[in-house]
């Protein structure tokens, strides 16, 4: 794309009337400074982890309108609408009154665009917005249409959003889509490719839009009608943009057409927190702008607020390995404080007592438990730890995901086992019937009828005998056969959920769910975990006790609960602990081994990055030595290819094996008694 044209004279700074109310020296270090106070064109900032970005940003806004520039000519955009809020009420109160700066997501904006020129991409004036479940469901009514009576191997209404999404935000096909994020069904790629132009034509034809038409109907509206992105380019003479290394290869040329008449654009992000390619995020609009923008002045906010040195010093001796990055050094604000740990466990469940005593120790010494956190790669990888955490009374909050037995997959899969430790379990034959296609209550109804009347259901139902409706008869007996084959692993819970996986599930799961790789992640650790019992009923008795152990809401006192956190990385962006636990850095879970499959070894240390600036006293980083894989006993795990990296002073390994010979082998202190080395894992107390 060629560079935009030069700046019209209406958006160049005027002098104020009138001297500066905002003492701006004093308020700003001098590399914000240097961001609010600077003139016209192409900008970009560089604003590392905990280095003031929204308020640089905000006084900026500040002095952009002290300056001359009317607040109605600035649009300041942003990835959530809370944020933008944030920003204009504290630039508000700043100039000590109301700002008339346009200010929102850009889905906000686009819908604001549309209201005004949808006329111009054939949009109806009333039309509507479909949201992210109707709009699933229309896709999935197109694509029943497509499929006629085939239903084996139609995916859901979400998976196939999922897929035209992806396409729509990436510029990718749908055919590079399906392979890189659904595999599985990749001979459907034709008819994909037809339920993406009829689901187009039908919200056409009934005046609705989903949420991607919001950007993509709006990109063409200003590239198509010369008039409408010229009124845009003098209405919004000033663009501002927030987190943009988080915009999508449509959001980037939105704002570079926004920006073409006059070319006051400031774009402020963290090339080193660009973790969001699964969504779309493209990594080349923030480390390229430069090429798009040669006169771009560049700016870096490097002062951190929030973390020791300890820990920036780790942070930065990280993320130094990525080639491909704006360069930048954090320094802390803060004093010192204690070195991260690095602690090696024996196996998982060690490592998940371990981080459970650690975190009631904190407690004790008074951290609030909302101020401590435990992330992980992925959500599957927090399973041992909430099991730890309920059984000892803990208070948690999951911001990954709902609660591990509470997921809907997890249920599903634990259900074929409560059928064969108990046939006559009603719960679980009706969860598992209504996972065939064409069972609806009636049938299912209809079939628990017939599994009461028999003396071996599963060996009926497997060859027949049992009355259900003509069009379900095939998936009755698919289930049957699915059940006979848990049933020859009983007393195996591991190699039962294997079973349940291999005999449809795991293909169930592809069909309905967009994120079906991690939700059979989930039941893959599952199983793994469940080889430590010695029958299936022992392991469903654990979860049912541990599951229906959930704390509520509300304190003994009545007051609101405080509650450790756990979180994906993902999640935990633009958020800060006092003290965080970084658990499963081993090869394979973080780094994670599908990403890295897929050439992104970068953006995952940029997620170690992300990880461990989260914290701001205390950082541990943990890991188990051993663990199971699959139907396997041990397995020695290779440490996270981050920590390896780090040089050996920047850390204080700890070993709980109380292994003496090791360089810094230890145990933590926690208070265990010296005449017991595992007495730190040990209890069952309560929170309180």
């Excluded at 935000?169 to 339920?195: F, K, M, W, Y």
């Excluded at 992330?375 to 591990?404: D, T």
């Excluded at 989930?522 to 019992?533: E, G, I, K, P, W």
């Excluded at 390994?653 to 730190?680: I, K």
């Amino acid at each position: 794309m060629s560079p935009p044209d030069p700046p019209r004279e209406e958006s160049v700074l005027r002098p104020p009337d009138a001297p500066a109310r905002i003492d701006y020296e004093r308020a700003l270090n001098p590399q914000q400074l240097a961001v609010a106070r600077a003139g016209g064109g192409p900008m970009l900032v560089i604003a590392g982890a905990g280095s003031g970005k929204t308020r640089t940003l905000v006084y900026r806004v500040a002095w952009l309108v002290e300056n001359g520039v009317p607040a109605q000519a600035i649009l300041l955009l942003t990835f959530t609408n809370k944020a933008a809020r944030e920003m204009l009420h504290r630039a508000e109160a700043l100039l000590g009154g109301a700002v008339t700066v346009t200010g929102g997501t850009f889905h906000h904006a686009g819908l604001l665009a549309l209201r005004r020129h949808g006329h111009a991409v054939g949009l109806p004036r009333g039309f509507t917005i479909a949201d992210r479940g109707d709009a699933a469901d229309l896709i999935g009514t197109v694509g029943g249409e497509v499929f006629g009576k085939k239903e084996k191997g139609l995916p859901r209404g979400e998976v196939l959003l999922d897929i035209v999404s992806m396409a729509a935000n990436t510029g990718r096909s749908i055919a590079d889509v399906v392979e890189q994020r659904h595999p599985s069904h990749g001979d459907l790629v034709g008819e994909i490719e037809r339920i993406a132009g009829i689901y187009a034509h039908r919200k056409q034809s009934l005046g609705i839009v989903d949420f991607d038409d919001l950007l993509t109907l709006w990109l063409r509206a200003l590239k198509e009608n010369e008039d409408i992105r010229l009124e845009y380019q003098r209405r919004f003479a000033w663009v501002l943009v927030d987190e943009y290394q988080d915009t999508n290869i449509l959001q980037a040329e939105l704002v570079d057409l926004l920006a073409g008449g006059h070319r006051n654009l400031m774009v402020v992000g963290d090339d080193a927190q660009s973790i969001y390619s699964f969504r779309g995020a493209n990594f080349a609009n923030i480390l390229r702008f430069h090429e798009r923008y040669p006169d771009a002045k560049i700016f870096k906010l490097e002062q951190n607020y929030r973390s020791t040195p300890q820990i920036l010093e780790l942070a930065n001796a990280s993320i130094a390995r990525n080639r491909a990055q704006h360069a930048k050094e954090l320094f802390s604000a803060q004093p010192p404080g204690p070195r991260p740990l690095l602690v090696a466990l024996p196996r998982p469940e060690d490592q998940a007592r371990y981080v459970a005593e650690r975190i009631r120790n904190l407690a004790a010494g008074g951290l609030p438990p909302d101020d401590i956190a435990v992330l992980y790669r992925s959500h599957f990888l927090s399973m041992e730890l909430q099991m730890e955490l309920a059984r000892r009374k803990i208070p948690f909050e999951v911001r990954s995901g709902m609660r591990f037995f509470e997921q809907a997959h997890v249920k599903d899969a634990t259900s074929y086992l409560r059928i064969d430790t108990n046939p006559k379990d009603e719960l679980a034959w009706k969860r598992v019937l209504r996972l065939l296609p064409g069972v609806g209550k009636v049938t299912a109804d209809r079939v628990w009828a017939g599994v009461c009347a028999s003396a071996d259901p599963v060996g009926d139902l497997a060859e027949g005998r049992v009355g259900v409706p003509k069009g379900s008869v095939a998936a009755i007996r698919d289930l049957g056969r699915a059940l006979a084959t848990v049933r020859s692993q009983r007393d195996n819970p591991c190699g039962q959920l294997e079973a349940v996986l291999a005999c449809g599930y795991e293909q169930h799961l592809q069909d309905t769910y967009e994120n079906a790789h991690a939700r059979v992640q989930d039941l893959r650790t599952l199983a793994s975990y469940a080889t430590r019992f010695p029958g299936t009923g022992e392991f469903l008795s654990e979860l049912a006790l541990v599951s229906g152990g959930a704390e509520g809401d509300v304190a003994r006192d009545g007051t609101p609960e405080k509650k450790i956190v756990l979180s994906t990385v993902h999640q935990a962006k633009g958020l800060e602990w006092a003290a965080v636990f970084v658990i499963w850095l081993v090869d394979g879970r973080f780094p994670d081994q599908r990403a890295l499959g897929e050439g992104g070894e970068e953006e995952e240390r940029r997620l170690f990055y992300v990880a461990a600036t989260r914290a701001r006293v205390h950082l541990e980083l943990c890991l188990p030595v051993m663990a199971r894989e699959g139907a396997y006993g041990g397995v020695i795990q290779r440490q996270s290819r981050f920590l390896e990296e780090l040089p050996a002073w920047l850390t204080t390994p700890v070993d709980v094996r109380g292994d003496s010979s090791r360089p810094g082998g230890r145990r933590p202190e926690t208070g265990a008694g010296e005449d017991d080395d595992n007495r730190w894992m040990d209890g069952d107390s309560d929170w309180s």
